[in-house]
């Protein structure tokens, strides 16, 4: 059976993803499928650096403002939905573009990896959750780091989401779910991929990560941060965990200054980022777009990406 064609975008946040994500778009009649954990919810548009419906140059956008700030979004969930975009893309007659730098989404729909197997009650997680609201963050981490040191090293000791998810598949099954994601990479894809993967000096990644906090709380970061919180959203909500969100509603609770949030915001993106390309450079089958090669010029890297989709017998399809 011939392999469904898809493109995959990603790379660091701040790196430039959504500019070239339109040119390629463009270039292939595409739709793109957001595979960011943030940009899902509504309300939330400053912090997760979310495209609007006037910077979208009329190219489909689609996982975007689907949730409520105070709904629960989980991978089962994002694959399911990215599975369904796909189909209807295809049935349109245009070329399916996941674009965004959450690995583990992208992992979940390119290798159609299978999450039905664990079965439970939630008991667990729920005890984790609420020893995450008493001892907090860090002591959490600390039991990942005890059962699982490769997963720990991975996930940020904010990101609850994660470090529970990790530590409920170890209690479940009694592997760890690095081990895990490592045999399932190895699963075939039932497509016919293009995984490009966006980078730049880390330096210049940095520097940007910088100046795009700078403009998110000149654009109204503390104010959308205070309607979430009038909205009822709480610190511990999964949408809350957010790099950004978190930080701001510490500062608005008053447990920290505004200078520290901003200092934290930067601090914590600059890892996150770091940790972004330890997990594209485990994937295989990745093709690197370093900008620096291309002189930063976006239409270069555009036809190198033809080319590359040309020599995977892609040209059919674009």
Known sequence: MEKEPLLILT?????????LSLALAKL??????????????????????????????????????ILEPWEAFNITMFQARARQYIREIRERGHMPIIVGGTGFYIQSVLYDIDFTKEADDGTYRQELEQLGRERGDAWLHGLLQDVDQASAQVIHPHNRKRVIRALEYYHLTGQKISEHNTIQRQRESRFCSCYFVLNDRRDRIYEKIDRRVDQMMEAGLVEEVKRLLTFGCTKDMVSMQGLGYQQICSYLL?????????????????????????????????????????????????????????????????
């Open 11 to 19: 790379g660091p946040t701040a790196v430039g993803k959504t500019a």
């Open 28 to 65: 292939v009649d595409g739709e793109i499928i957001s595979a960011d954990s943030m940009q899902v919810y509504r309300h939330m548009d400053i912090g997760s650096a979310k495209i609007g419906p006037e910077e979208r140059e009329g190219i489909p956008h689609h996982m975007i403002d």
């Open 254 to 318: 008053g447990e920290i200054s505004l200078e520290r949030a901003i200092y934290l915001i930067k601090r914590d993106t600059r890892h996150f980022a770091k940790r972004q390309l330890t997990w594209f450079r485990r994937e295989r089958d990745v093709t690197w777009l370093e900008k620096e090669q291309f002189g930063h010029e976006d239409e270069k890297m555009l036809t190198w990406m033809e080319n590359k989709m040309k020599e995977k017998g892609m040209a059919g399809s674009l």
